[in-house]
């Protein structure tokens, strides 16, 4: 079956670096994305793998190991704008998008 | 990136009408689809929408509720027919560009739908 897992909520701290993980299990994989939807707006694209290591973009870091079915997203130097929710969504051999629920992430002064 | 706008960005309706949603982007692009996503729920999708022939939907949704076009490769509407309270949501568009390794999927800014 299709099923993508990721924390429902992390907490961290202005200026820190925070880490969050997505495993998934889809039919097939044409790669993986991370988006970041701010309270009451649209998804806002942040990264998209499709081979395994690292991507990376500004403050803003993804990984991925296809072998073990496992993403993370790296955010780092914290501000406060980064308070969001973090969707990760798998495309599939279909090129249908399978999602997370998302990780709400509250960053504190 | 692609620059996607949907008309309108907000309506509240009255129980049993129907509302057409409007979706446009600036360029081509390979798919489109609609997504709904309730408050503090994550995406769900809808159906795609395929140029020239019916949309493809989703477990759950069927298309006498939910009418889809699709008449070029910038364009698309999603109708909310005979509407209940239970379609309160936000209704997004997406487009996708698909080409291998890479791969682009982006939202319009949404439709706040509310319905007494």
């Known amino acids: 079956g299709q099923n993508i897992d990721q924390p429902t909520e992390m907490t961290a701290t202005e200026g820190a670096i925070v880490q969050i993980n997505c495993t998934y299990q889809?039919?097939?994989?044409?790669?993986l994305f991370w988006y970041q939807q701010h309270a009451g707006e649209a998804p806002t694209f942040l990264s998209y793998?499709?081979l395994d290591g690292l991507e990376e973009k500004g403050r803003f870091s993804s990984f991925l190991s296809r072998s073990k079915g496992y993403s993370y997203l790296l955010l780092k130097e914290l501000q406060m704008k980064d308070s969001a929710s973090y969707l990760c969504a798998v495309l599939e051999s279909n090129y249908q998008l399978i999602w997370g629920a998302g990780t709400k992430l509250i960053i504190k002064p | 990136s692609a620059v996607i706008s949907q008309k309108p960005s907000r309506d509240i309706c009255q129980r049993g009408t129907s509302l057409t949603i409007q979706c446009q982007v600036d360029?081509?692009?390979?798919?489109m689809f609609w997504y709904r996503q309730q408050p503090g729920q994550s995406l769900t999708l809808i159906a795609t929408a395929n140029q020239g022939s019916e949309a493809t939907y989703e477990s759950g949704f069927v298309i006498d509720k939910f009418p889809i076009s699709r008449p070029n490769l910038t364009f698309s509407t999603l109708t909310v027919s005979n509407m209940s309270p239970e379609d309160s949501s936000i209704y997004l568009c997406?487009?996708?560009?698909?080409?291998?390794?890479?791969?682009?999927?982006?939202f319009g800014p949404g439709t706040r739908l509310t319905v007494l």
């Open positions: 889809t039919s097939g994989f044409n790669g």
């Open positions: 793998n499709v």
């Open positions: 997406s487009v996708a560009r698909l080409a291998g390794v890479y791969n682009e999927q982006f």
């Open positions: 360029s081509q692009v390979t798919m």
